[in-house]
Nanobody, 128 residues
Framework: QVQFVESGGGLVQPGGSLRLSCAASGFTLGYLAIGWFRQAPGKEREGVSCISRSGRRQFWPYYADSVKGRVTISRDNDETTVYLQMNSLKPEDTAVYYC??????????????????WGQGTQVTVSS
């Protein structure tokens, strides 16, 4: 039942920006913790960011050191979509980006065993 559709990727030059979307298919996010992940060519999948909820309007972001200060994770008001605003993009950001539910919360979102609902991903390419 948990299923996501990722979109918003594309080709940008270094220093450019993209806004990725993670849309819930057939359900609302509620109190689920949602994470963004990426897999670059020849590398293993890594956690990028995560957003958790502790109240009706209280959301807490988590960021990997590799992207901290350059990206912002957020949710829409209708609780159907998680966004990842990416600025100051670097060639090393090139990867397929995925989102998934972190069943045990954002504090453990980098543990692949806790993740569910993968989509097909969206390609981000940063090149001049």
């Amino acid at each position: 039942q948990v299923q996501f559709v990722e979109s918003g990727g594309g080709l940008v030059q270094p220093g450019g920006s993209l806004r990725l979307s993670c849309a819930a298919s057939g359900f609302t996010l509620g109190y689920l913790a949602i994470g963004w992940f990426r897999q670059a060519p020849g590398k293993e999948r890594e956690g990028v960011s995560c957003i958790s909820r502790s109240g009706r309007r209280q959301f807490w972001p988590y960021y990997a050191d590799s992207v901290k200060g350059r990206v912002t994770i957020s949710r829409d008001n209708d609780e159907t979509t998680v966004y990842l605003q990416m600025n100051s993009l670097k060639p090393e950001d090139t990867a397929v980006y995925y989102c998934a539910v972190a069943r045990r919360g954002c504090n453990e979102y980098k543990d692949q065993r806790t993740l569910d609902g993968w989509g097909q991903g969206t390609q981000v390419t940063v090149s001049s």
